[in-house]
């Protein structure tokens, strides 16, 4: 019996170092309100971010991240495009902006902080999307993300 443990001993500390071992690898982590996102340091090819306007009508920021995966995954911040209209207009479309705002969270579904997608122009497959509070977030998003792929080493980010 106590040869048996014997023979058994190094295939347990074969597997007990493989399991630290996988544990050790660089891993990419975003948490976020809408989910979480998690990736091997080492499959990221690139990080991006770049500004457009959707319609005239909404400013989108977004960080990108690509990955050797067919998976990929996009970061948003979303806000509405106002005209520069100055004085009380402008006040006034802050004010609109704010009571529709007031008004999605009392409904319990605040559009504003949801991933709004159009099916089929606005669908794509393979892509995963997250859509932030805040600009500051995807700073720290792509922040986060570039050093892991520069550095090769670990990074997280937690977005509140």
């Keep these: 019996m106590f040869h048996r443990l014997l023979l058994l001993l190094p ?8 399991s630290v071992s996988q544990a050790q690898i660089p891993l990419f982590q975003a948490k976020l309100p809408g989910g979480a996102y998690t990736v ?12 457009y306007v959707v319609d005239g009508a ?28 100055g004085g009380v207009g402008a006040a006034s ?3 609109v902006q704010q ?8 409904a319990g579904e605040d559009v504003w902080k ?3 997608k159009s099916y089929p122009t606005t669908t794509h497959a393979r892509t995963v999307e997250y859509r932030v509070a805040q600009k ?25």
């Design 58 to 85: 909404a400013r989108v920021t977004e960080v990108n991240i690509d990955t050797a995966g067919s998976l990929a995954v996009r970061f948003y911040f979303i806000e509405p495009t106002t005209p520069n209209l």
């Design 136 to 160: 500051e977030h995807l700073t720290r998003i792509f922040q986060a993300a570039d050093e892991a792929l520069r550095l090769q080493l670990a990074r997280s980010v937690t977005v509140p």
């Design 11 to 18: 295939i347990a500390l074969l597997l007990a170092s493989a």
């Design 93 to 95: 479309i802050e004010k």
């Design 114 to 116: 949801k991933v709004v």
């Design 40 to 51: 091997a340091v080492r499959a990221i090819i690139s990080v991006s971010t770049h500004e």
């Design 99 to 106: 009571i529709a705002s007031d008004l999605g969270e009392r």
